[in-house]
Nanobody
Framework: VQLQASGGGLVQPGGSLRLSCVAS????????MGWFRQAPGKEREYVGA????????FYSDSVKGRFTISKDNAKNMVYLQMNSLKPEDTAVYYC???????????????????WGQGTQVTVSS
């Protein structure tokens, strides 16, 4: 099983960036795909998640209204569209997969069984 995140880079404040995560190696039909981030010197934090089946989306308060998670089942891809980026969004972003998570469980890292390698997002002028 492999998750591979990509699409990070340097963007100015107020700009946009789209991250991608390709999942392979098993069926993720019963899984939740989550996005987390870790800023320098801070703990990793939950960004949001999407159910692979049904497509329900969930977001942390810090990104709600600015970030959008979507998926392409045919390509086994999950996306994180980030708009109105702020310097405090600077972090390494990770995608992860966890089985049959309910909404209250999606914020907990240990509930995710598979993790991608992370992609750096830097928001700076």
């Amino acid at each position: 099983v492999q998750l591979q995140a990509s699409g990070g880079g340097l963007v100015q404040p107020g700009g946009s960036l789209r991250l991608s995560c390709v999942a392979s190696g098993r069926s993720f039909r019963d899984y939740v795909m989550g996005w987390f981030r870790q800023a320098p010197g801070k703990e990793r934090e939950y960004v949001g998640a999407i159910r692979w089946s049904g497509g329900g989306t969930f977001y942390s308060d810090s990104v709600k209204g600015r970030f959008t998670i979507s998926k392409d089942n045919a390509k086994n891809m999950v996306y994180l569209q980030m708009n109105s980026l702020k310097p405090e969004d600077t972090a390494v972003y990770y995608c992860a997969a966890g089985p049959r998570l309910i909404a209250s469980s999606m914020r907990t890292e240990s509930n995710y069984h598979y993790w991608g390698q992370g992609t750096q997002v830097t928001v700076s002028s």
